[in-house]
C-alpha cells in the first residue's frame, strides 16, 4: 500500500518568493495535516484539512495557507519567503475521525535564500 | 511553558540496553498518546499508539500511558543500533485534528 508523498522533496527559493508544496495521502484517507520541523521549534502544527475543509489552523501567519481537492490530495503554499522559513514541511495522513494514528510522508525540504 | 515537555538527549546506551524515553504533558485534555520514530532526513514513522492510561506492547516496545501524573513513557528492550533515531512523543485531544509534539531525544545504540 502507497504511503503519504510529498514533492518536491528538495526546494531552493529566494526570500520574497512563494512556493507551492504538494502531498497525496493514503489511498482512503481524508484528513490531511501540515507540520513544520525545524531544529529550534520542533514539529508545529500549520493545518488540517477533511473534505475539502479547513477544521483547524495553527498558529502562523497568513502568508501560510492550503487546500485540500475532491481527491483528498492537498497543497500548502508559502507567500513572500522569509529566511524563517527553512524548514521541513511534513504532510500527514488519517482516517476522518481525530484521534487516530497519522502516517507522515518524508517531507519537503525548503531551504529559502 | 510548552504542553508536552521531552529531554532531548542525546542518550547514547550500549546495545542490549534497555531504553526509557518519557514525555510529560499539561493538558488534561489529551486522550491519545502517540509515539514517533524518526530517522535522518526521513518523515516521522508511527510506532505505538495508546488512548487513555495503561500500557500497550508491541515486540520489543512498550508504552506506558500515566493520566493521573501526565506522564508517558516508552520502554525499548534489547536495544539495536537500527534504534538508533530521534524519538518524538505526540499527543492528540481527540477533538482538534492536530498532534502535539514534544522536541523528541535522540537515542544512539553502540555496539
Known amino acids: 500500500k502507497a504511503g503519504v508523498t510529498q514533492t518536491p522533496r528538495y526546494l531552493i527559493k529566494t526570500r520574497g518568493q512563494q512556493v507551492t508544496l504538494s502531498c497525496s495521502p493514503i489511498?482512503?484517507?481524508?484528513?490531511v495535516s501540515w507540520y513544520q520541523q525545524t531544529p529550534g521549534q520542533g514539529l508545529q502544527f500549520l493545518f488540517e484539512?477533511?473534505?475539502?475543509?479547513?477544521?483547524n489552523k495553527g498558529n502562523f501567519p497568513g502568508r501560510f495557507s492550503g487546500r485540500q481537492f475532491s481527491n483528498s490530495r492537498s497543497e500548502m503554499n508559502v507567500s513572500t519567503l522569509e529566511l524563517g522559513d527553512s524548514a521541513l514541511y511534513l504532510c500527514?495522513?488519517?482516517?476522518?475521525?481525530?484521534?487516530?494514528?497519522?502516517?507522515f510522508g518524508s517531507g519537503t525540504r525548503l531551504t529559502v535564500v | 511553558q510548552k504542553e508536552v515537555e521531552q529531554d532531548p538527549g542525546p542518550l547514547s546506551v550500549p546495545e542490549g540496553a534497555i531504553v526509557s524515553l518519557n514525555c510529560t504533558y499539561s493538558n488534561s485534555a489529551f486522550q491519545y498518546f502517540m509515539w514517533y520514530r524518526q530517522y535522518s532526513r526521513k518523515g516521522p514513522e508511527l510506532l505505538m499508539y495508546t488512548y487513555s492510561s495503561g500500557n500497550k506492547e508491541d515486540g520489543r516496545f512498550t508504552a506506558q500511558v500515566d493520566k493521573s501524573s501526565k506522564y508517558i513513557s516508552l520502554f525499548i528492550r534489547d536495544s539495536q543500533p537500527s534504534d538508533s533515531a530521534t524519538y518524538l512523543c505526540a499527543m492528540d485531544t481527540g477533538t482538534a485534528s492536530k498532534l502535539t509534539f514534544g522536541t523528541g531525544t535522540r537515542l544512539q545504540v553502540t555496539l
Open positions: 484539512y477533511f473534505s475539502e475543509t479547513q477544521r
Open positions: 489511498s482512503g484517507h481524508r484528513s
Open positions: 500527514a495522513s488519517s482516517l476522518a475521525v481525530s484521534g487516530y494514528g497519522y502516517t
